[in-house]
């Protein structure tokens, strides 16, 4: 442990030496929820959905950070704490980072959801170029505002972390007007037109909520009905979340008492390295549980859909737990018997219908598709003219070939069988007159 440590008052509380409930249950739910969000991580990533996969790489980073502080501080026996250096280093920026890349990825999920809805502009197609500037905007978002306040701390960082018992690494801050205006005003700033564009969607939800689907199909942004309102869902409880918490946090710094800002106080080499120890009694940070519930929000949303359903049956089958899926328990004895008879009698209607219908199409299968006599003759198909039924039932093979034709012989009429029924309750069949080109009735009285 540094020289320089130094170690908070304890003469208000009794230190708690032992593991406290928060020092239990902070570690396990924070682990619980790295493995259900998981899962949502990877299928966000297959699928190129940069801003929620950034939202949800940041909830578990966030818990990840929860997990190892409870950890490795799980209670006030400060000499035997770990200094954290390096680890909290790290830490301190990642935990400034999370919070504006939270809300710098729910304005990009809420925007584009908005913009689906949007009947004004519709857009039929994506060019490339608007592909590019729309993933360029997205890419801004979520990983410009991180980056600026990890660089930006340094301007305001009077110590290099604060150790907390169970929360762990927090960052520190000084307590002048340039923390206000470079470190704690963006948050809330940006939760306002993620909270616009919340509404906006709401608002069209309500307008477009019979044409809902429609105007989903129609749209560019490849959603469906059920990914629109997972992600709604998300972004909507993450910005009721952070909007208040943010302003609340702004709201507390900005009433502290403020100290004239110094560049030479602040980064003074002989107390910049400090590493202020602070026991907690037991008591947690309450930023730590709203990363556990953000997490649980994540998983209620996206860990509960088909996608993820198929995701955690190919991993279950991956590790050796395939018969989960593929177990079937056999037939009673009479039931095998009673569905062997319903497939014998299948069968055998199959069979007999299969053979009827084989024996009324023989001689029709001969026929070419183009052949007018394939189906039944019309008016206006005057050209083609069939034998005569008196002729045909005398010689058909004279008719069929005629004196002095020399075409080739003609296939048999597709009708013949039906002309050999008794003609008695026979059916009218309409053909065409040889002479005349008419329509007739053979067995009934002729139509002109």
């Known amino acids: 442990m540094s020289s320089t440590n130094s170690t908070a008052s304890m003469d208000a509380f009794v230190p708690e030496l032992g593991l406290s409930p928060a020092a239990v249950a902070i570690p396990l739910l924070s682990l619980f929820t790295i493995f259900l969000d998981v899962p949502a991580l990877v299928w966000h990533i297959k699928n190129r959905n940069l801003p929620a996969g950034s939202l949800i790489f940041w909830i578990l ?26 680890l909290c280093d790290i830490e301190v920026k990642l935990d400034l980072a999370a919070t504006l890349a939270l809300v ?7 925007r584009a959801l908005a913009r689906a809805l949007d009947t004004n502009k519709p857009a039929i197609s994506t060019s490339g170029q608007q592909r590019f500037r729309r993933n360029l905007f997205d890419c801004a978002l979520c990983f410009g505002p991180p980056l600026y306040i990890i660089i930006i701390h340094y301007v305001v960082q009077p110590s290099r972390y604060y150790l907390f018992a169970i929360s762990g690494c927090t960052p520190s801050v000084d307590d002048s007007w340039p923390t206000i205006a470079l470190i704690f005003i963006w948050p809330p700033l940006l939760c306002l037109p993620s909270a616009y564009y919340a509404l906006l969607t709401i608002h069209r939800l309500r307008k477009y909520r019979r044409d809902f689907a429609a105007i989903l199909a129609s749209s560019t942004s490849g959603l469906t009905r059920s990914r629109f309102l997972r992600l709604f869902a998300v972004a909507f409880i993450v ?28 980064h003074d080499p002989a107390t910049w390295n400090d590493i202020v120890m602070v026991p907690t009694a037991g008591a947690v940070a309450f930023d730590r549980w709203i990363r556990i519930a953000l997490g649980a929000v994540v998983f209620a949303c996206f860990g509960t859909g088909k996608e993820a359903t198929r995701m955690y049956k ?22 095998l018997h009673r569905a062997a008879g319903r497939d014998s009698l299948k ?61 080739p012989p003609a296939r048999e009429d ?25 329509a007739v009735v053979v067995g009934g009285k002729g139509c002109a």
């Not at 507390?252 to 008492?257: D, E, Q, S, V, Y």
């Open 61 to 86: 980073i966030s818990n990840l950070m929860n997990l190892i502080n409870a950890l490795l501080w799980p209670n006030d026996n400060i000499p035997t704490w770990f200094s954290g250096t390096i």
């Open 314 to 335: 190919a991993w279950l089958r991956a590790l050796g737990f395939a018969r989960l899926f593929h177990h079937t328990s056999p037939l009673p004895s009479h039931r």
């Open 239 to 266: 910005v009721a979340i952070v909007q208040p918490v943010q302003a609340y946090i702004l709201y507390t710094n900005a009433t502290f008492p403020q100290i004239p800002y110094s560049w030479a106080a602040i």
């Open 414 to 438: 597709p009708w013949s069988w039906y002309y050999r029924l008794p003609r008695v309750g026979r059916a009218q069949v309409p053909r065409l007159d040889e002479e005349r080109g008419d």
């Open 347 to 407: 069968g055998k209607a199959a069979s007999l219908f299969s053979s009827t219908f084989s024996r009324s199409s023989l001689n029709s299968s001969a026929l070419s598709p183009a052949d007018p006599a394939a189906s039944f003759p019309r008016a206006q198909a005057a050209s083609v003219s069939p034998p005569d039924l008196s002729a045909e039932k005398s010689d058909p093979a004279a008719v069929r070939q005629g004196s002095g034709d020399r075409s």
């Open 104 to 110: 710098g990825s729910v304005l990009c999920i809420i």
